[in-house]
């Protein structure tokens, strides 16, 4: 006796379903890629910022590589500077949002500091 071999696959519809979520997630990372890009622009300035000595230089080196690197999200006038012991320390937070769909969207919230 044969017995029929059933076959296995991914039908139309599946192929459709897995092609639309992989194309929403390929927007999405297109949109989310740039603002880590971004962040890491501020993490090199935030540490060239840190060889400052007074709040104003600090400000000022952070603003002109703000401007070379294109960061608009945040600028030297929002940084938090301090001290620990004798080296200068410079924090920044800041959101992203990324607009999904109606109501719905993605916050990103990055910070850091010099070391």
Do not use: C, N
């Amino acid at each position: 006796m044969k017995t029929k071999k059933r076959q296995q696959g991914l039908t139309f519809f599946g192929l459709l379903v897995v092609g639309i979520l992989l194309a929403l997630a390929g927007v999405v990372a297109a949109q989310v890629v740039p603002t880590y890009i971004e962040y890491l622009a501020v993490q090199k300035a935030v540490k060239q910022a840190s060889t400052g000595t007074t709040v104003a230089e600090v400000r000022s080196i952070f603003d002109k590589a703000a401007q070379i690197d294109d960061i608009r999200t945040i600028s030297g006038k929002d940084l938090e500077i301090g001290k620990e012991g004798d080296r200068v320390v410079v924090s920044f937070s800041y959101d992203r949002e990324i607009h999904l769909t109606g109501p719905a969207y993605l916050v990103m919230r990055y910070e850091g500091r010099s070391r």
